[in-house]
């Protein structure tokens, strides 16, 4: 057979072999393994990090006995049948038969060492049993040896093979029954092994994938879960965003939706469900619904993404009430791109260059400022953005709403604060007929892509450099909070850009508060809490610290130092 043509083998050509074996034959000779060698070969790069190798010794040990009583030596390896484990049973005898040091890390592949029973489990996925010149390597042909894979029993995964070795005239029918058996036993005691908060985690997570059919993840601090559905549309730089969603539910304890863009291109929203676990951890479940194809929109010479049919996103919602005549309010956090939106949507609407009334100047001149949004109003040609309403003060206010009311030009106002019955500029809010939220950076995962290259294309256009944005780097920018929105988004692309050594913005180049992502450390629940303040005040504040500060009641320095300690610097 050695003589022959891999490619031509058949089993047919060998009546008294069972056909696995020939194939297997077949796949050692394509793979190049020489029948004549007798080292098992060791990957360097071996780590063991797995679950199964953290609990694989000690559950290996418990079984000694039983595997010694069949006069053989096993051992476990992980999904690339690498051994896991310090061989137990009967293994001076092993040592003597193999002459080499058996340690984990040797690799007992079938395109490694040929045919043998862990080799032949992992490729047929399921117990198998290799005996005498059925190996292909022929130091082996006075062994039989076996192979049964083991599966979480939570999430059915394959995760290693039991292997258990005899001589070859100990070997017998009842062998690879009983090695199964153990394999069971082990199984149960990977299953005992999970802390209770992670049971029950589990437990959600299966009831989840039953109930729900399409795509479901589960995270907690040290666990990525996703099924196949799930795997078809979420790369591995959603799974930092997709952990961000998960801890901050856990945060809150309370079940969250949101709608988000991953990286493959797929509108999803997204159901997290958070799962009890204890302090210090979290644990949530996450649904993903991809949504209707949607429409692309146009704004400032980039093609971003729109709502769905039956849910127009901002931009969609301003051009509809402008083209309806409506002058239109837009609101939302400071930074959040407001004025640009407006200024945008207006150059579209017309040819003439729009005209900006900045409400926060008018204490300068409150009396001049009035005359110059009178005299623009009331002209029918010249659209108007009336910037910063919240900035207007009480004498003003029932004057200013009348303008806007009786406004003969295009006109879009802009505010960061919510309209409610004890704001001063309630009235001027009461206004507008189309009010419009302008969503905040964290919440327009779907586009945020398209603001980098935005903020990279006026960058280069100031001094001429090029930049671009790694993978990576995105995924770390799109888990971040920004408080500051497209602000600090400028801030810190223009600060990446001059770290970069090339014209790709790498990982590394970003802050450390992005590039190294969290310092690891558990955060107790007081710590947390902490945090999520510093974020929500910074949030309310545009991202200025001095007035975060004082709203929370606490001195610059004190600010500072928590925000380093919190990496939100």
Known sequence: ????????????DFPDVRSEVVMSWKRSMLAGVDPWDAEIPFDQDFTPKSRLAQVAQPILNRLEDQISDLSSWGFITDRACRLLTVVVGDSPQAKRLRQVDLRPGLCFAEDAIGTNGIGCAHEEQKAFIVSGTEHFRMNTEILTTTGVMIRDPYTKRYVGTLGVHCRREYGSAALLPLVTEIARSMETQLLASRADGE?????????????FRGPAVGITRSLYLANTQAREIVREADEDLLRRLAEEASVRSRPRTVRRRLSSGHAVTIQIVPVEQVRGDFAAVLTLEPELERKSVHFGGLQLEGGTADRPDFRTQLTQGLNAGHAVLLTGERGT????????????????EPVEIDGSVVNLGPAEWLRALRSVVEVLERPVILSHIEEIPLDLVTTVADLVARASCTLIGTTSEEADEDSPTVFVHESFPVVVPVPPLRDRADEFAALCRSILADLEAADGRTGTLATKALAALVAGDWPGNIRQLRQVLATSRVRATGHEIRLGDLPPRYGNGQSGRYLGEMERVERQTLIVALREAGGNRNIAAEKLGISRATIYRKLKRYELH
Do not use: E, N, W, Y
């Open 1 to 12: 057979m050695l003589k022959q043509d891999a490619r031509r083998i058949d089993p047919a």
């Open 199 to 211: 049971r029950v985690f589990f437990d959600v997570f299966l009831r989840t994938q039953r109930r």
């Open 337 to 352: 791109g407001k004025r640009f939106t407006a200024m945008d949507a207006l150059r579209q609407q017309s040819s003439i």
